[in-house]
């Protein structure tokens, strides 16, 4: 009877466990930018909860960028580093090695230049995922997303629907702008089993391209979740890709912010901690501070 009693409590335990477990990948891309790329993850570490698989693709294109990148993985060990070569077919295979789609479960990816603003619990979101037919939940939106930075243009925001307290549901075909845009490297979660296909089939070999492409693919599901708030803000101060003339504000250079890093400052993410931006993506004017 002990023993059974034993079987019974290991296999409880268990159970739990797995439920606790958030089988959630985490993959971000990045480039020139270990300033921007240590405040996203000081940004995630402060304010999330239940992903604990963390990859860095990065490439650094001098020696001065990989010893900045050196920098930042000695103050994140948890965090796995990849560095890209200049192999053509290189970027493709670690995102591939990162994503894990051997493993069920989700996966959300991001680029360096976002900050996450306010408190994610992954565990829940995974619930809401199982509990609704989503393409996937998108932390970069909210009831305050109005506009679209990239069309430089005012979209409004669609016929929302409470499925939860604080919880909203659309349709992307009555979206405009990024509530239109379902396939995003910006924090969304998805389904690794919705988009396997997607990444193993299609060629690219940098993450503009990889969205470019996956812009182009009709979502398995009509509609998308997200909070009452948006819980990140992309701050496009440089641009360091020559694939697309993306806007953004050219407010330091990647030189400028890679010197001050390397002088041991970083940049002050509490102004943006519960910000309420407009669009996804905002102008923002830096403060940096020493660490």
């Not at 940098?206 to 819980?231: F, K, M």
Request: with cysteine; aromatic share 12%; charged share 20%.
């Amino acid at each position: 009877m002990k023993l059974f009693k034993n079987i019974i409590c290991v296999a409880i335990c268990l159970i739990a466990y797995q439920a606790l477990s958030a089988p959630i990948n985490l993959v971000v891309f990045s480039r020139n930018r270990p300033l921007q790329l240590d405040a996203f993850l000081e940004s995630f570490d402060k304010n999330t909860h239940g992903c604990k698989a963390i990859s860095i693709i990065f490439k650094a294109d001098t020696p001065d960028y990989r010893q900045g990148y050196m920098l930042t993985q000695q103050r994140y060990p948890a965090v796995r580093f990849l560095e890209q070569s200049a192999a053509e077919n290189d970027f493709k295979r670690l995102v591939l090695k990162a994503a894990e789609f051997e493993n069920d479960g989700y996966i959300v990816f991001a680029v360096d230049d976002i900050i996450i603003t306010r408190p994610v619990d992954f565990h829940k979101i995974i619930d809401l995922l199982k509990d609704n037919q989503a393409e996937g939940f998108y932390l970069r939106l909210g009831t305050h997303i109005t506009e679209c930075y990239s069309q430089n243009r005012k979209t409004g925001v669609p016929d929302l629907h409470e499925v939860l307290p604080g919880v909203y549901s659309w349709e992307f075909r009555k979206g405009q702008g990024d509530w239109g845009y379902p396939h995003s490297v910006d924090m969304v979660v998805y389904r690794k089993k919705d988009i396997k296909p997607f990444f193993l089939k299609t060629y690219f070999n940098n993450p503009n391209i990889l969205e470019g492409a996956w812009a182009c693919q009709n979502p398995h599901h009509q509609t998308g979740l997200c909070y009452e708030y948006a819980c990140i803000v992309n701050c496009p101060l440089n641009i360091v890709q020559t694939t697309f003339k993306n806007r953004h504000s050219n407010e330091c250079l990647p030189e400028e912010l890679l010197d001050l890093y390397l002088q041991g400052y970083k940049l002050d993410i509490e102004p943006l901690q519960n910000c309420i931006n407009r669009a996804p993506h905002m102008d923002y004017k830096p403060t940096f501070i020493a660490q």
